[in-house]
Protein backbone atom coordinates (compact mmCIF):
# COMPACT_ATOMS: atom_id res chain seq x y z
CA UNK A 1 0.00 0.00 0.00
CA UNK A 2 1.50 3.10 -1.09
CA UNK A 3 0.88 6.12 1.32
CA UNK A 4 1.21 9.56 -0.19
CA UNK A 5 2.91 11.80 2.29
CA UNK A 6 4.42 15.21 0.18
CA UNK A 7 5.68 16.63 3.79
CA UNK A 8 8.31 18.85 4.01
CA UNK A 9 11.63 16.88 5.72
CA UNK A 10 12.74 19.73 7.78
CA UNK A 11 8.90 20.49 9.06
CA UNK A 12 9.75 19.83 12.55
CA UNK A 13 12.84 21.84 12.82
CA UNK A 14 10.42 24.79 10.82
CA UNK A 15 7.78 24.21 14.03
CA UNK A 16 10.73 25.12 16.15
CA UNK A 17 11.83 27.89 14.44
CA UNK A 18 8.87 29.40 14.93
CA UNK A 19 8.22 28.75 18.41
CA UNK A 20 11.76 30.88 18.62
CA UNK A 21 10.89 33.69 16.30
CA UNK A 22 7.55 34.20 18.87
CA UNK A 23 9.76 34.58 21.85
CA UNK A 24 11.99 36.81 20.05
CA UNK A 25 9.11 38.62 18.98
CA UNK A 26 8.16 38.97 22.10
CA UNK A 27 11.27 40.55 23.23
CA UNK A 28 11.76 42.60 20.48
CA UNK A 29 14.50 40.89 19.56
CA UNK A 30 15.86 41.51 15.51
CA UNK A 31 17.92 38.66 15.28
CA UNK A 32 20.38 37.65 12.61
CA UNK A 33 21.39 34.73 10.82
CA UNK A 34 25.43 35.20 9.99
CA UNK A 35 26.38 32.22 7.69
CA UNK A 36 30.00 32.11 5.92
CA UNK A 37 32.62 29.62 4.83
CA UNK A 38 35.11 29.43 7.90
CA UNK A 39 37.72 32.07 7.69
CA UNK A 40 35.29 34.84 5.53
CA UNK A 41 34.92 36.92 8.85
CA UNK A 42 31.84 36.42 11.17
CA UNK A 43 33.26 36.84 13.60
CA UNK A 44 35.16 40.17 13.03
CA UNK A 45 32.20 41.71 11.45
CA UNK A 46 30.03 40.89 14.58
CA UNK A 47 32.88 42.39 16.35
CA UNK A 48 33.43 45.34 13.79
CA UNK A 49 29.36 45.72 13.84
CA UNK A 50 29.02 45.54 17.80
CA UNK A 51 31.74 48.10 18.38
CA UNK A 52 29.78 50.87 15.81
CA UNK A 53 26.05 49.95 17.48
CA UNK A 54 27.97 50.71 20.80
CA UNK A 55 25.08 53.74 22.98
CA UNK A 56 23.00 52.69 20.32
CA UNK A 57 21.78 49.13 19.91
CA UNK A 58 22.16 46.84 22.83
CA UNK A 59 23.85 43.51 21.37
CA UNK A 60 23.78 39.91 22.35
CA UNK A 61 25.81 36.70 20.21
CA UNK A 62 25.06 33.40 20.09
CA UNK A 63 28.40 31.64 18.65
CA UNK A 64 28.01 28.13 16.48
CA UNK A 65 30.81 26.46 16.43
CA UNK A 66 31.70 22.64 15.69
CA UNK A 67 34.41 22.65 18.65
CA UNK A 68 35.98 25.18 20.69
CA UNK A 69 35.00 28.82 22.50
CA UNK A 70 37.92 30.68 20.93
CA UNK A 71 34.99 32.80 19.57
CA UNK A 72 32.79 33.45 21.99
CA UNK A 73 35.58 34.52 24.30
CA UNK A 74 36.67 37.15 21.87
CA UNK A 75 33.19 38.67 21.52
CA UNK A 76 32.51 37.97 25.57
CA UNK A 77 35.36 40.45 26.27
CA UNK A 78 33.79 43.26 24.68
CA UNK A 79 31.18 42.81 27.61
CA UNK A 80 28.70 41.57 25.21
CA UNK A 81 26.18 38.67 26.64
CA UNK A 82 27.08 35.59 24.79
CA UNK A 83 26.66 31.94 24.83
CA UNK A 84 28.46 29.45 23.15
CA UNK A 85 26.95 26.24 21.05
CA UNK A 86 29.03 23.39 20.03
CA UNK A 87 27.63 21.06 17.44
CA UNK A 88 29.79 18.21 18.32
CA UNK A 89 30.66 17.38 14.63
CA UNK A 90 27.14 18.63 13.49
CA UNK A 91 27.97 21.10 10.34
CA UNK A 92 24.83 23.62 10.76
CA UNK A 93 23.26 25.20 13.59
CA UNK A 94 19.23 24.51 14.13
CA UNK A 95 16.60 25.61 15.92
CA UNK A 96 16.43 23.24 18.76
CA UNK A 97 20.23 24.10 19.97
CA UNK A 98 18.96 27.97 19.46
CA UNK A 99 16.22 27.29 21.71
CA UNK A 100 18.50 25.97 23.95
CA UNK A 101 20.86 28.58 23.74
CA UNK A 102 17.85 31.73 24.01
CA UNK A 103 17.28 30.35 27.07
CA UNK A 104 20.78 31.32 28.65
CA UNK A 105 20.60 34.39 27.40
CA UNK A 106 19.50 37.76 29.43
CA UNK A 107 16.89 38.24 26.72
CA UNK A 108 15.65 41.68 28.33
CA UNK A 109 18.74 43.01 27.93
CA UNK A 110 19.57 42.49 23.96
CA UNK A 111 17.97 44.35 20.93
CA UNK A 112 19.75 42.68 18.01
CA UNK A 113 20.93 39.07 18.40
CA UNK A 114 23.82 37.89 15.88
CA UNK A 115 23.90 34.13 15.38
CA UNK A 116 26.92 33.07 14.36
CA UNK A 117 26.49 29.58 12.29
CA UNK A 118 28.90 27.02 11.65
CA UNK A 119 31.24 27.79 8.94
CA UNK A 120 29.69 26.28 5.68
CA UNK A 121 27.78 27.42 2.59
CA UNK A 122 25.69 23.99 2.06
CA UNK A 123 23.48 22.93 5.22
CA UNK A 124 23.11 26.47 7.08
CA UNK A 125 21.23 27.20 3.86
CA UNK A 126 18.59 24.54 4.87
CA UNK A 127 17.69 24.85 8.58
CA UNK A 128 15.34 27.96 9.54
CA UNK A 129 16.51 29.20 13.11
CA UNK A 130 13.55 31.88 13.84
CA UNK A 131 15.92 34.57 12.78
CA UNK A 132 14.79 37.82 11.08
CA UNK A 133 17.69 38.36 8.93
CA UNK A 134 19.60 35.80 7.21
CA UNK A 135 22.76 37.18 5.97
CA UNK A 136 25.97 35.60 3.96
CA UNK A 137 29.68 36.79 4.10
CA UNK A 138 31.64 35.79 1.64
CA UNK A 139 35.29 36.79 1.07
CA UNK A 140 37.33 37.95 -1.55
CA UNK A 141 40.12 35.42 -1.28
CA UNK A 142 37.68 32.22 -1.65
CA UNK A 143 37.86 33.79 -5.41
CA UNK A 144 34.22 34.41 -7.33
CA UNK A 145 32.88 31.27 -8.18
CA UNK A 146 31.30 30.44 -5.11
CA UNK A 147 27.81 31.53 -5.95
CA UNK A 148 27.61 28.97 -8.87
CA UNK A 149 28.84 26.28 -6.37
CA UNK A 150 26.56 26.79 -4.03
CA UNK A 151 23.40 28.57 -5.61
CA UNK A 152 20.53 27.64 -2.68
CA UNK A 153 23.02 29.95 0.34
CA UNK A 154 23.03 32.82 -2.47
CA UNK A 155 19.11 32.53 -2.96
CA UNK A 156 17.92 32.33 0.27
CA UNK A 157 19.74 35.28 2.01
CA UNK A 158 18.77 38.66 2.53
CA UNK A 159 22.37 40.54 2.24
CA UNK A 160 25.32 39.10 1.16
CA UNK A 161 28.68 40.71 2.19
CA UNK A 162 31.36 40.80 0.30
CA UNK A 163 34.63 40.97 2.93
CA UNK A 164 38.30 41.63 2.16
CA UNK A 165 37.94 43.97 -0.35
CA UNK A 166 41.04 45.65 0.61
CA UNK A 167 42.67 42.59 -0.59
CA UNK A 168 40.74 43.21 -4.53
CA UNK A 169 43.56 43.87 -6.36
CA UNK A 170 45.60 40.96 -5.20
CA UNK A 171 43.05 37.85 -5.95
CA UNK A 172 40.94 36.84 -8.84
CA UNK A 173 37.25 38.38 -7.88
CA UNK A 174 35.02 40.49 -10.34
CA UNK A 175 32.90 42.60 -7.63
CA UNK A 176 30.64 43.73 -10.61
CA UNK A 177 30.50 40.52 -12.72
CA UNK A 178 30.03 38.68 -9.22
CA UNK A 179 27.31 41.60 -8.12
CA UNK A 180 25.22 40.69 -11.37
CA UNK A 181 25.47 36.85 -10.96
CA UNK A 182 24.11 36.93 -7.31
CA UNK A 183 21.43 39.86 -8.25
CA UNK A 184 20.31 37.40 -10.74
CA UNK A 185 18.89 34.84 -8.51
CA UNK A 186 18.19 36.93 -5.39
CA UNK A 187 16.89 39.82 -7.29
CA UNK A 188 15.75 41.55 -3.45
CA UNK A 189 19.28 41.01 -1.97
CA UNK A 190 21.46 43.57 -0.53
CA UNK A 191 24.61 44.07 -1.12
CA UNK A 192 27.55 45.44 1.00
CA UNK A 193 31.30 45.21 0.17
CA UNK A 194 32.94 46.13 2.82
CA UNK A 195 36.68 44.86 4.59
CA UNK A 196 36.70 44.49 8.60
CA UNK A 197 40.32 44.89 8.51
CA UNK A 198 40.50 48.83 7.24
CA UNK A 199 36.89 49.46 8.34
CA UNK A 200 35.77 50.37 4.46
CA UNK A 201 31.84 49.91 3.62
CA UNK A 202 31.39 49.26 7.62
CA UNK A 203 29.32 52.28 8.02
CA UNK A 204 26.27 51.49 4.70
CA UNK A 205 25.88 48.05 6.38
CA UNK A 206 25.58 49.31 10.37
CA UNK A 207 23.24 51.79 9.13
CA UNK A 208 21.00 49.29 6.66
CA UNK A 209 21.16 46.81 9.41
CA UNK A 210 20.05 49.58 12.31
CA UNK A 211 16.95 50.48 9.67
CA UNK A 212 16.28 46.96 9.45
CA UNK A 213 16.15 46.39 13.03
CA UNK A 214 14.12 49.50 14.14
CA UNK A 215 11.15 48.12 11.32
CA UNK A 216 10.36 45.35 14.12
CA UNK A 217 10.19 47.77 16.47
CA UNK A 218 7.41 50.37 14.53
CA UNK B 1 27.40 16.67 4.96
CA UNK B 2 24.17 17.59 6.37
CA UNK B 3 22.66 13.68 5.67
CA UNK B 4 22.72 12.63 8.91
CA UNK B 5 19.98 15.16 10.36
CA UNK B 6 18.19 15.36 7.02
CA UNK B 7 18.32 11.46 7.27
CA UNK B 8 16.87 11.39 11.12
CA UNK B 9 14.09 14.37 10.52
CA UNK B 10 12.98 11.87 6.99
CA UNK B 11 12.95 8.88 9.27
CA UNK B 12 10.41 10.41 11.86
CA UNK B 13 8.22 11.75 8.89
CA UNK B 14 8.37 8.06 7.91
CA UNK B 15 7.49 5.88 10.89
CA UNK B 16 4.55 8.75 12.02
CA UNK B 17 2.64 7.89 9.01
CA UNK B 18 3.34 4.46 9.04
CA UNK B 19 2.45 3.91 12.59
CA UNK B 20 -0.84 5.96 11.71
CA UNK B 21 -1.48 3.78 9.08
CA UNK B 22 -0.88 0.98 11.35
CA UNK B 23 1.82 -0.95 9.13
CA UNK B 24 3.82 -3.67 9.82
CA UNK B 25 6.88 -2.66 7.66
CA UNK B 26 7.78 0.14 5.53
CA UNK B 27 8.90 -1.11 2.18
CA UNK B 28 9.70 1.29 0.19
CA UNK B 29 10.63 5.35 1.29
CA UNK B 30 10.00 7.69 -1.80
CA UNK B 31 11.73 11.26 -1.57
CA UNK B 32 11.62 14.09 -3.36
CA UNK B 33 15.28 15.90 -3.65
CA UNK B 34 16.18 19.42 -5.88
CA UNK B 35 19.65 19.59 -6.51
CA UNK B 36 20.52 22.85 -5.34
CA UNK B 37 20.13 20.78 -1.40
CA UNK B 38 23.71 18.96 -2.29
CA UNK B 39 21.46 16.42 -0.55
CA UNK B 40 23.85 13.16 -1.38
CA UNK B 41 21.37 9.90 -1.82
CA UNK B 42 23.87 7.19 -1.06
CA UNK B 43 24.72 9.26 2.27
CA UNK B 44 20.51 9.20 2.80
CA UNK B 45 20.73 5.34 2.20
CA UNK B 46 23.63 4.61 4.18
CA UNK B 47 22.55 6.86 7.16
CA UNK B 48 18.81 5.02 6.88
CA UNK B 49 20.61 1.15 7.42
CA UNK B 50 22.18 3.00 10.46
CA UNK B 51 19.58 4.74 11.83
CA UNK B 52 16.21 2.63 11.08
CA UNK B 53 17.59 -0.24 12.83
CA UNK B 54 15.05 -2.19 14.88
CA UNK B 55 12.48 -0.33 13.55
CA UNK B 56 9.40 -0.89 11.07
CA UNK B 57 11.40 1.23 8.43
CA UNK B 58 14.44 -1.28 8.59
CA UNK B 59 15.50 -2.35 5.18
CA UNK B 60 13.28 0.09 3.69
CA UNK B 61 14.63 0.81 0.01
CA UNK B 62 14.72 4.62 -0.58
CA UNK B 63 13.73 5.52 -4.16
CA UNK B 64 15.07 9.60 -4.73
CA UNK B 65 13.45 11.91 -7.15
CA UNK B 66 16.40 14.56 -8.14
CA UNK B 67 15.36 17.90 -9.43
CA UNK B 68 17.53 19.95 -11.37
CA UNK B 69 18.18 23.61 -10.31
CA UNK B 70 15.68 24.96 -12.60
CA UNK B 71 15.51 28.93 -13.36
CA UNK B 72 12.89 31.09 -15.02
CA UNK B 73 13.68 34.20 -16.79
CA UNK B 74 11.99 37.34 -15.74
CA UNK B 75 12.28 38.64 -18.93
CA UNK B 76 11.13 36.25 -21.74
CA UNK B 77 9.86 33.33 -19.36
CA UNK B 78 11.69 30.41 -20.92
CA UNK B 79 12.61 28.38 -18.06
CA UNK B 80 16.25 26.40 -18.13
CA UNK B 81 18.67 24.51 -15.87
CA UNK B 82 21.24 26.77 -14.23
CA UNK B 83 24.57 26.05 -15.47
CA UNK B 84 27.82 25.85 -13.40
CA UNK B 85 30.20 28.66 -14.96
CA UNK B 86 27.38 31.00 -16.19
CA UNK B 87 23.82 32.65 -15.32
CA UNK B 88 22.23 33.67 -18.22
CA UNK B 89 19.03 33.00 -19.90
CA UNK B 90 19.72 30.85 -22.96
CA UNK B 91 16.58 32.55 -25.07
CA UNK B 92 17.14 36.23 -24.56
CA UNK B 93 20.53 36.71 -22.80
CA UNK B 94 18.51 38.26 -19.60
CA UNK B 95 19.82 37.95 -16.26
CA UNK B 96 17.19 37.98 -13.90
CA UNK B 97 15.36 34.94 -12.60
CA UNK B 98 13.06 33.14 -10.52
CA UNK B 99 13.85 29.69 -8.82
CA UNK B 100 11.51 26.78 -9.82
CA UNK B 101 13.37 23.97 -9.03
CA UNK B 102 16.10 22.85 -7.42
CA UNK B 103 15.37 23.50 -3.22
CA UNK B 104 12.50 20.75 -3.13
CA UNK B 105 13.51 18.47 0.00
CA UNK B 106 10.26 16.22 0.75
CA UNK B 107 9.13 12.72 1.55
CA UNK B 108 6.47 12.00 -1.03
CA UNK B 109 5.33 8.97 -0.42
CA UNK B 110 5.54 5.68 1.17
CA UNK B 111 4.89 1.87 0.52
CA UNK B 112 4.04 0.01 3.58
CA UNK B 113 2.99 -3.41 4.31
Redesign the interface.
Known sequence: MEIKVLKDILSANDRIAQRNRQLLDSHKIFAVNIMASPGAGKTSLIMETTKRLEGRVKPGVIEGDIASSIDAEAVGKMGVPVVQINTGGECHLDANMISNALGSLPLPEIQVLFIENVGNLVCPAEFALGEHLKVLIVHTPEGDDKPFKYPLMFHAVDAVIINKIDLLPYVKFNLEAYTKTVKSINSQVAIFPLSCTTGQGLDAWVAWLVEMASSLTR | ??E???TQ??L???LE??KR?E?RRVARIN?IIGE???VVGDSVSFYLDILSKGTIAEGAAVNIKSIP?T?KC?KCGSIFE??????TCPACQG???E?VG??E?????????
Open positions: MHLSVSMDIVQAAALMTGAARLGEHDWDSFIGPLFVDSIEVE
